[in-house]
């Protein structure tokens, strides 16, 4: 199981995405749970990107909802984390 690290441009961005339509934060906040027990579950679609993204893995959280993060290391518990960078619409964490 791995735990989840939100960075303050992911916060920035969660807020502006729920304040345009609060019917998906329960979505979102079932997907977190999700990605915490198994971020390569069939139903999250996760992939690799490429290009300017190389090295970033996203994850779909509904039809137009995509969330980016990477996977790392952390060096004070060598434990797997889940960093997440973005969230949004297709063309917004593209």
Request: glycine share 8%; aromatic share 8%.
């Given at each position: 199981m791995r735990r989840l690290v939100y960075t303050p441009q992911f916060l920035r961005s969660y807020?502006?995405?729920i304040r345009r339509n609060r019917l998906l934060q329960a979505r979102i906040e079932d997907t977190f749970r999700l990605m915490e027990s198994d971020v390569f579950a069939p139903s999250l679609g996760t992939h690799k990107l490429s290009g300017e993204?190389?090295?970033l893995r996203t994850c779909s959280c509904g039809y137009d909802c995509r969330i980016v993060f990477r996977i790392e290391v952390?060096?004070?518990?060598?434990?797997?984390v889940i960093l997440l960078i973005n969230i949004g619409t297709h063309d917004e964490v593209y």
């Open positions: 807020r502006k995405y993204l190389m090295g952390d060096e004070s518990t060598e434990l797997e």
